[in-house]
């Protein structure tokens, strides 16, 4: 994630700048504060550790990346106490792939998630 800092002055200038839109409906969900949530992240962006064996085509299962990876900006917001805790391991699908195929990997995924005491995903779609 970029910071307005990390960008040209006036490219920073111009999305400072920009009205956040307001919602008029609140989450549906309820539990604890978000400062008090362990998060993990899981996207469809096909990523995988250096090293290991990349998707090929639209492979179902899932990568898993440890926390160990960079992952700054999650990182901050644990040290800071906006969230409470970053989970041990973030996970990767290959976006596109059939649903319908990816079925059985999520669910496994979900019981992963599950034994690192996750409570709510950051999900990062491409």
Known sequence: ????????????????????PEFKTRPWVTGP???QRRVAIVSSA????????????R???????PATTRLERL?????????GSMADTH????GATDPLEMER???ELAGRLKQDNVDSVLLAPV
């Open 1 to 20: 994630m970029t910071r307005l800092t990390d960008l040209a002055p006036d490219q920073a200038k111009r999305l400072a700048e920009v009205d956040c």
């Open 33 to 35: 504060a978000l400062s």
């Open 46 to 57: 096909g990523l995988v550790v250096r090293g290991e064996e990349p998707f090929r085509g």
């Open 59 to 65: 492979d179902p299962h899932y990568h898993a990346i």
């Open 75 to 83: 990182r901050e917001l644990a040290a800071e106490g906006t969230i």
């Open 91 to 94: 996970y990767s699908f290959m």
């Open 105 to 107: 990997y999520a669910r």
